[in-house]
């Protein structure tokens, strides 16, 4: 079976999460969105928030909580 590119994404975000979420929840979530920032390309940020947005994703706990914080800083950007 095939996995699109966006579970491919998904995929990478839980991995992170779970390397995070050991950690306090406030860290865990800014470490993992300080390593998206520094590793994934604005253009794999939108694509991965757009498709939780549309509920076709779900994320960790702690892949949630990242990219809620992406979520925001993108707002502030449009």
Do not use: C
């Not at 979420?21 to 928030?49: C, V």
């Not at 960790?60 to 950007?77: D, M, P, V």
Request: avoid cysteine.
């Amino acid at each position: 079976m095939s996995h699109s590119k966006i579970d491919k994404f998904a995929h990478m975000a839980n991995q992170i999460g779970d390397y995070y979420a050991p950690q306090p929840p406030d860290a865990a979530a800014a470490g993992l969105a300080s390593h998206i920032r520094k590793f994934w390309t604005p253009k794999m940020i939108a694509e991965t928030l757009e498709a939780l947005a549309q509920g076709r994703i779900v994320l960790n706990a702690t892949a949630a909580s990242g990219f809620a914080i992406l979520r925001k800083e993108f707002a502030r950007a449009a």
